[in-house]
């Protein structure tokens, strides 16, 4: 099954403790991104990949970084998480093959709380 | 700036009836692509029907139709027969043309419709 998988799908975790959330994607796609989902001010974009070795800023990157050593992962680390990083967060891929508009296929989403 | 503005937080509709949802952008874009999301309960993004807009004809997806008024920059969805499964959070999305000559496929979103089906 094509699909996008994000884990860990629930995390609680304390200010300042490292952590990584993983994405898989199993489609060859070449685009991937994450996303944060807040009330109020919907989805914003973190970081996105064009290919392997290929990152940039998206809209709301402070605080976080990622890496894209395998076309398959994008994984999203928090090296220092503080409280205003609880968020629900998705990250998503899509292929140029399906055209521009071709739209995303969204990983489950990981619901992020800092305490 | 690019902005998608979704005016009904909230909208109810009985089992098998029609309920349209709203959703208008700003661009100066002539060229782009807009979405319709849902999310249900279980949190999961997924994909409902896209338009292209240099395409005048409204796209259809089974029970879902867009109502894509380019001018009026407005891009409406019809849900017809609704269905219980069809409650969730429905999201309106925009992603300009020139997005993609830089390499980013950045979707601009709006805040959502909570759309409620009763039976």
């Known amino acids: 099954e094509a699909q996008v998988t994000q884990n860990p799908r629930y995390l609680i975790t304390v200010t300042g403790k490292k952590l990584t959330v993983t994405c898989s994607q199993n489609?060859?796609?070449?685009?991937m991104s994450w996303y944060r989902q807040d009330p109020g001010l919907g989805l914003r974009q973190i970081y996105y990949?064009?290919?392997?070795?290929?990152?940039d800023k998206g809209d709301v990157p402070e605080g976080y970084k990622v890496s894209r050593k395998e076309k398959r992962n994008f994984p999203l680390i928090l090296e220092s998480p503080s409280p205003n990083q609880t968020s629900l967060y998705f990250c998503a891929s899509s292929s140029p093959s399906r055209g521009p508009g071709g739209g995303y296929t969204f990983g489950s989403g990981t619901r992020l709380t800092v305490v | 700036a690019q902005t998608v503005t979704q005016s009904q937080p909230e909208m109810s509709v009985q089992e098998a009836e029609t309920v349209t949802l709203s959703c208008t952008y700003d661009?100066?874009?002539?060229?782009?692509?807009l979405f319709w999301y849902k999310q249900p309960p279980s949190r999961q993004m997924i994909l409902v029907i896209r338009?292209?807009?240099?395409k005048q004809q409204n796209a259809t997806e089974n029970r879902f139709s867009v109502n894509f008024q380019k001018a009026a920059k407005s891009f409406s969805l019809k849900i017809s027969d609704s269905q219980l499964g069809d409650t969730a959070m429905y999201f309106c999305a925009f992603m300009p043309d020139s997005n993609n000559a830089g390499n980013n496929r950045k979707l601009i979103w709006g805040l959502g419709t909570s759309l409620a089906v009763n039976p």
């Open positions: 489609m060859n796609h070449e685009y």
């Open positions: 661009t100066s874009e002539n060229n782009y692509y």
């Open positions: 338009q292209e807009a240099y």
């Open positions: 990949s064009m290919n392997v070795e290929v990152t």
